[in-house]
């Protein structure tokens, strides 16, 4: 069974959708402003589009067919928030069209979360 899971999160790395492949330009590398994320990640029985498990976050961006689904997204939801995650939905038309906005988001809650996993020294905070 989780060999399945793993299989099919490598799938879903290569074949993510516009939106998908849009954010993860953003996210990747720990280009804002060094918080790690990864994407099409396992959790239990889960696979999440975008995790940083440093914040606890959990970033889903969700498409058309999910507007069919919402009674499932909001117990999944439900679920990774009683494992101790904040999980954030964006439709993909959102990140497409105004990924800034998503972006600080994003920011503003692995902030509020957790501590910078690169903190300045004392010297050097302003």
């Keep these: 069974m989780k ?10 790395r290569h ?10 330009r953003y996210l990747r590398n720990r280009q804002l402003l060094g918080w790690k994320f990864r994407r099409q990640h396992e959790i239990d029985r889960y696979i999440i589009d975008f995790v940083c498990t440093e914040a606890g976050l959990i970033v889903e961006l969700d498409g ?12 999944r939801t439900r679920r990774l928030e009683a494992m101790g995650y904040r999980v954030l939905r964006f439709w ?3 990140v497409l069209t105004n990924s800034e906005a998503v972006l600080e ?19 050097e905070r302003g």
């Design 15 to 24: 074949s993510m959708t516009d939106a998908e492949h849009l954010l993860w």
């Design 3 to 12: 060999r399945l899971h793993v299989d099919r999160a490598r799938g879903l």
């Design 105 to 123: 988001v994003i920011l503003e809650a692995v902030a509020s979360a957790a501590p910078h996993p690169s903190p300045l020294p004392k010297g």
């Design 92 to 94: 993909n038309n959102d």
């Design 64 to 75: 058309g067919q999910h507007a069919e689904r919402m009674a499932s997204d909001a117990d």
